[in-house]
């Protein structure tokens, strides 16, 4: 399979997160407003097989990787890390909030990712963060828009009341994110699967300018790889297989999914038939110990919908391998 990198640039808010499960029924359908539905059959088909066409991460904003879930550090750990610190005349308890507060950082850049990911725990990120600089903003800003209530007797606003708020993502500025992708197609279809997926708009109120997303480039570029690996990392969320590494920690996340494209328009009168059912998935950053580390993780999950039969949930993802140092690889196998 050939590796991929997809920049795409946001241009609007967003109203539903980016993530690889909602990008991808994207693509699919794309693909039948392009080339029908016999063509995204076939797609589906082989997505199900041992060696997928397409297989992609989350989008992750550009210059940066996911944080790893890792084990928690003893105080102990975290003092020895800040000792060597500058950082004036703080005290230890605020101190251990400053390291705590680079544990929650969703992202890591890529030039610290390279000297943390041949010996990673907790103790490492907190000393090489700490001396890199504070990530510029990266991700959308949240929030609250209010919108008119509209009476329905009367079909106006209501004069007391009348105001209902949606939270919404709007970009601090020019946001790129990639997406890593290893696939069986050329650059070509690949960028086309991108375009025809993302022109209508991505995730919620697309048709009303939400989720304006371009694709900027797609170039050849292999993951960054490191020696002796014993773990992996996911790059996205995914539902594991029975023949995926068990051992590790994770986070996880409940999709209450919709229908989207014309199966949105196409359901019971009490929209009753636009729910799929819930799916939960192992989220980005989760970390596996694996001998022998794979370059991907999880599967494609069928029946999630009451009388679809055709309709799933995207849930495979890349990886990253790193090292992981002894301490942390024994704290997972007594997880």
């Known amino acids: 399979m050939n590796s991929f990198r997809v920049t795409l640039a946001l241009r609007s808010p ?5 993530v690889a499960d909602t990008l991808f029924g994207h693509f699919c359908w794309g693909i039948v407003y392009h080339e029908g539905e016999s063509a995204l059959a076939e797609f589906l088909e ?5 060696i ?6 989350d989008p992750i904003p550009s210059g940066f990787w996911p944080m790893p879930v890792l084990p928690s550090p003893l105080s102990t750990d975290v003092d020895e890390a800040i000792s060597s610190l500058s950082l004036g005349d703080s005290d230890v308890v605020a101190r251990r909030d400053f390291s705590r507060e680079l544990l929650r950082r969703p ?3 890529h030039d610290s990712w390279s000297s943390l990911a041949t010996s990673m725990d907790a103790k490492s990120v907190i000393r090489v963060l700490a001396k890199s600089a504070s990530p510029a903003a990266v991700e959308p800003v949240a929030a609250s828009v209010p919108h008119n209530t509209i009476h329905r007797l009367s ?3 209501l004069e007391h009341g009348g105001l209902h708020f949606d939270q919404q993502l709007f970009p601090p500025g020019p946001l790129r994110y990639d997406v890593w992708a290893s696939s069986t197609f050329a ?3 690949l960028r086309d699967l991108f375009e025809w997926g993302l022109e209508g708009g991505y995730g919620r109120d697309g048709s009303a300018g939400k989720g304006h997303l371009t ?7 292999d993951r960054p790889a490191v020696a002796n690996p014993n773990a992996v990392m996911a790059l996205g969320v995914f539902a594991p297989r029975q023949t995926d590494p068990s051992c590790g920690l994770w986070k996880t996340d409940v999709r209450l999914g919709k229908l989207g494209g014309a199966f949105a328009t196409d359901a019971d009168d009490d ?7 819930p799916v939960v998935l192992l989220q980005r950053g989760s970390v596996f110990l694996s001998r022998a580390p794979t370059p991907m993780l999880g599967r494609m999950v069928r029946n999630v919908h009451p009388t679809r039969p055709e309709v799933v949930t995207y849930a495979r993802t890349l990886t990253l391998p790193i090292c992981l140092t002894k301490e942390a690889c024994q704290c997972l196998d007594t997880q």
């Not at 082989?46 to 041992?50: L, R």
């Not at 997928?52 to 991460?57: D, H, Q």
């Not at 929209?271 to 059912?277: A, E, L, R, T, W």
Request: hydrophobic content about 40%; proline content about 10%.
């Open 14 to 18: 967003l109203g539903t997160p980016l």
């Open 46 to 50: 082989a997505m199900g097989s041992d």
């Open 52 to 57: 997928p066409p397409l297989v992609i991460s």
């Open 107 to 109: 992202w890591i850049p």
């Open 155 to 157: 079909g106006q606003t």
């Open 187 to 189: 650059e070509d279809r």
């Open 215 to 221: 694709v900027e480039e797609v170039v050849a570029c």
């Open 271 to 277: 929209q009753s038939g636009v729910f799929k059912y």
